[in-house]
């Protein structure tokens, strides 16, 4: 089992920007990529953005231009810099490791945009 360990999710105003910080463990190697979704109410969990090994990012069009994932200065880390937020982006957002194939989930951080 990995643990994550995610960190910035709050509530702000409509335009607003914030960080999503997700740490694995420094020690662990073997991940694949790195990632976040987000689950908004009654739907289903969604990719946002993933960061592969060869430091590849994909993004969800939804988020595209809006949202952009880089590593962090600490070993197997990743953050989330979102931009332009609306209230349509309230959600709980996930942190998403894949380790040899096998998917790693954090417990979830939530975003609250107001308008």
């Known amino acids: 089992q990995v643990q994550l360990v995610e960190s910035g999710g709050g509530l702000l105003q409509a335009g607003g920007s914030l960080r999503l910080s997700c740490a694995a463990p420094a020690t662990i190697t073997g991940i694949n990529a790195m990632g976040w979704h987000r689950q908004l109410p009654g739907k289903e969990r969604e990719l946002l953005a993933m960061l592969t090994s060869d430091d590849t990012a994909h993004y969800a069009d939804s988020v595209t231009g809006r949202f952009t994932i880089s590593r962090g200065n600490a070993k197997n880390t990743v953050n989330l810099e979102m931009n332009s937020l609306r209230p349509e982006d309230t959600a709980v957002y996930y942190c998403?490791?894949?380790?040899?194939?096998?998917?790693?989930w954090g417990q979830g951080t939530q975003v609250t945009v107001s308008s």
């Open positions: 998403n490791v894949i380790r040899y194939l096998i998917n790693y």
